[in-house]
């Protein structure tokens, strides 16, 4: 694969189907077909939508089925409107990239390991005769460098568990240090042509998550200027220039997805890290998925960044 055709701009749905209370209330309110058409108006391409174990499987593995019904109300908006949509896996059943879920063990565990096989089986059954409208993302921002060796084996299993349902869906694979493009080097060879290497991107950390809570060692008090950071579309292009090498390497294509800036970073200096960023996916030919639409602490439909929203938008 050379080219990712209809994963060239995008935006994350964070926080509709993953990293919120799991209710039916909050599934009907979050996201609506106007959301998705506001979307559309910006120019983009495709949506990647964050799911949790929870919306597909009740607390003991058994599964259930009636979480399905967002993801086909989100399939049938796409096609509507003309869109793309990633189905990513943001936590399965012991592991979550979030410390604060307590999610742990699934790399030690056959039985976790086998949960998650048997929830992609589910996932591509449904899903895999809309390839030309849907793209799987195995899971979201693996941690610990410990984790590559066994996270490159679980690769292999589940994508031939896929397979045998969706032989032709584009699947995203990201490396640890939750998505690094420094690990991409470290993931095994595609599985196959239609494999994508993922990676994400918040770099500088101290500038695009200034006082986040729920990063370690935050100082949150701290406040950083774009002008301090001295970073530009050279940086990023340093930045990504490993991992874009590597897909190469192996004749498939590097995607970024997720990057964006907290909340708590002025209006004005979130258009220019968007600016800087962008300029090096436009000329490394890097598909990407800005996070998040709404809410999150990053949202960019939020009253925060009304003022901008325009100049942004030509940046993602």
């Known amino acids: ?28 309110s979050f996201i609506s ?8 108006s910006w120019g983009a391409d495709h949506v990647r939508i964050p799911i949790d174990y929870e919306l597909l499987e009740k607390e003991d593995g058994t599964p259930d089925d009636s979480g399905f019904a967002y993801i086909d109300k989100a399939l049938d908006w796409c096609r509507e409107t003309g869109l793309k949509m990633i189905i ?6 012991g592991y979550s990239f979030d410390y604060l879920e307590n999610e742990s063990g699934f790399f030690d565990s ?8 048997k929830l992609w089986d589910r996932i591509s059954a449904r899903y895999g005769k809309f390839s030309d409208v849907i793209a799987f993302e195995l899971l979201n921002e693996v941690t610990d460098r410990s984790f590559c060796k066994k996270w490159n084996e679980i690769i292999r299993n589940v994508m031939g568990r896929i ?6 869906t584009i699947v995203l694979v990201g490396g640890y240090w939750n998505n690094s493009p420094d690990a991409v080097k470290d993931l095994d060879p595609p599985y196959d042509d239609k494999v994508v290497y993922n990676c994400h991107c918040y770099d500088p950390l101290d500038f695009t998550h200034q006082g986040a809570y729920w990063v370690k060692e935050m100082d949150q008090s701290k406040r950083i200027a774009f002008s301090e950071t ?31 800036v907290i909340n708590t970073v002025s209006p004005e200096d979130t258009v220019l890290w968007f600016k800087a960023i962008n300029a090096a996916f436009e000329k490394m030919g890097i598909g990407h998925a800005a996070w998040s639409y709404k809410e999150m602490d990053f949202g960019l439909s939020d009253e925060h960044l009304n003022g901008v929203i325009d100049e942004i938008v030509k940046y993602l």
């Open 33 to 40: 077909k106007a959301d998705i058409e506001k979307i559309v």
């Open 110 to 117: 056959a039985e976790y390991q086998e949960r998650f096989y």
């Open 230 to 260: 001295g970073i530009d579309a050279a940086y990023f292009e340093g930045r990504f220039k490993e991992a874009f090498e590597t897909a190469k390497k192996y004749n498939t294509v590097l995607y970024c997805g997720e990057y964006g």
């Open 163 to 168: 397979r045998k349902n969706a032989p032709d």
């Open 1 to 28: 694969m050379n080219d990712l055709k209809g994963y060239k701009k995008g935006v994350n749905l964070g926080g509709w189907l993953s990293q919120r209370e799991h209710t039916k209330e909050h599934y009907d």
């Open 88 to 93: 990513d896996l943001h936590k399965t059943a």
